[in-house]
């Protein structure tokens, strides 16, 4: 199988204060990962790109200096929240793509909770 | 614009009868579909997925069809059982775009015993 792990689950954090959240890929290696987030009733809106060694790639409209990105290994990416406000409360997902094929699956973590109060 | 589109919110079928869950999408560059399953407040599951040069992928219950001329894709799921009840993702993807993938809005599939 391929599994994808995040930490934490859930978070409640006060308005300004900032939020980390990892993915780690467990069983395999992922050059690539993507983080997602998720409003309620709505589909999966990708945020970002994770390439390992080098910078992510933000979507139009996601602010890069408030989601941090670092992807500083083939089975470790992380998401900083910086100066979190309750607007940012939502479900972010991460997702590891596992590499070798022309087809390339990507398998999701079970997602993080951030409630800013 | 929504280049991946599930027009179906929601599909309630019975238990042990087939459940088909339709996808339409815009984009014919798309190369490569896929099928996720998702509980509330969990990541997505990947269920099946189908290249652009097949036209049916089969793994166990689950099957996907894809219709290149009519941009359309469904999967299939037979026999239903309560515990495929969740939300059905549909999602493309194209080459020389690092596979990031494109959404459908989902659909909720209830089994009912």
């Known amino acids: 199988g391929a599994v994808v792990s995040q930490h934490p689950s859930r978070v409640i954090c006060k308005s300004g204060t900032s939020v980390k959240i990892e993915c780690r890929s467990l069983d395999f290696q992922a050059t690539t990962m993507f983080w997602y987030r998720q409003f309620p009733k709505q589909s999966l809106m990708l945020m970002a790109t994770s390439n390992e060694g080098s910078k992510a790639t933000y979507e139009q409209g996601v602010e890069k200096d408030k989601f941090l990105i670092n992807h500083a290994s083939l089975t470790l990416s992380t998401l900083t929240v910086t100066s979190a406000h309750p607007e940012d409360s939502s479900f972010y997902i991460c997702s590891a793509k596992r590499g070798g094929n022309f087809q390339e699956t990507q398998y999701f973590g079970p997602g993080t909770r951030l409630l800013v109060l | 614009d929504q280049q991946v589109k599930q027009n179906s919110p929601s599909l309630s079928v019975q238990e042990g009868r087939i459940s088909i869950l339709n996808c339409d999408y815009t984009n014919s560059m798309f190369d490569y579909f896929l099928w996720y399953k998702k509980y509330p407040a969990e990541g997505p599951t990947f269920l099946i997925s189908?290249?652009?040069?097949?036209d049916k992928n089969e793994d166990g219950r689950f099957t996907v069809f894809l219709n290149k001329s009519a941009k359309h894709l469904s999967l299939h799921i037979v026999p239903s059982q309560p515990g495929d009840s969740a939300v059905y993702f549909c999602?493309?993807?194209?080459?020389?775009?690092?596979?990031?993938?494109?959404f459908g809005s989902g659909t909720q599939l209830t089994v009912l015993p």
């Open positions: 189908i290249s652009s040069i097949k």
């Open positions: 999602a493309a993807s194209l080459s020389g775009s690092a596979r990031q993938l494109t």
